[in-house]
């Protein structure tokens, strides 16, 4: 498990969060930010509060922020009780609390991107590639309740 399969994981992850670079794409769009950041970039607090197919943007932003905790404090070995129905409890969120929610998610994010380079990937493999299908299952989902929000206006 060398560096190229390390370089393959934080590439993939930089997609998913950051958006493809050099105007390539592996499975997102090959725009400029097409990845979780770029995706919720432009919404504010009062639609990211809309319920959208049962669910909120905030609570799947939140949700994503919660599975990277998860998935780091497993790997440092910290002990802790999943909720994950905790993690979709948001719903009505204000700017104050819909800018923690995105600082949050960009803190999980860059903190496992920096924690690759120094895992046992032999160990925790399997879960980083999760941590990489769930997260561009959020993105997609995020994308698809954007499109919705954006018909109804």
């Known amino acids: 498990m060398g560096k190229t399969l390390t ?4 590439m993939l992850l930089n997609e998913t969060f950051e958006g493809p ?3 390539g794409s592996y499975y997102t769009d090959s725009k400029p930010n097409t990845g ?3 995706t919720l970039e432009g919404v504010d607090a009062e639609d990211a ?14 949700h ?4 990277l905790w998860v998935i780091r ?3 440092s070995g910290g002990e802790f009780e999943k909720d994950w129905g905790a993690s979709w409890t948001i ?9 923690e929610i995105k600082e949050g998610l960009q803190t999980e994010y860059h903190t496992l991107l920096a924690d690759i380079d120094t895992i046992d990937l032999e160990e925790w493999l399997t879960n980083v590639n999760a941590t990489i299908a769930h997260s561009a299952y ?3 989902a995020l994308r698809q309740m954007l499109k919705a929000l954006e018909g109804e206006k």
Do not use: C, P
């Open 36 to 38: 979780i950041f770029g």
């Open 21 to 23: 670079e050099n105007g």
């Open 7 to 10: 370089e393959s994981l934080k």
């Open 91 to 99: 719903s009505q969120v204000d700017e104050a609390k819909w800018t």
């Open 64 to 67: 994503i922020r919660y599975y």
């Open 138 to 140: 959020h993105l997609g």
């Open 73 to 75: 404090t497993m790997i």
């Open 49 to 62: 509060s809309l319920s959208i197919h049962g669910s909120t943007i905030a609570a799947h932003a939140d």
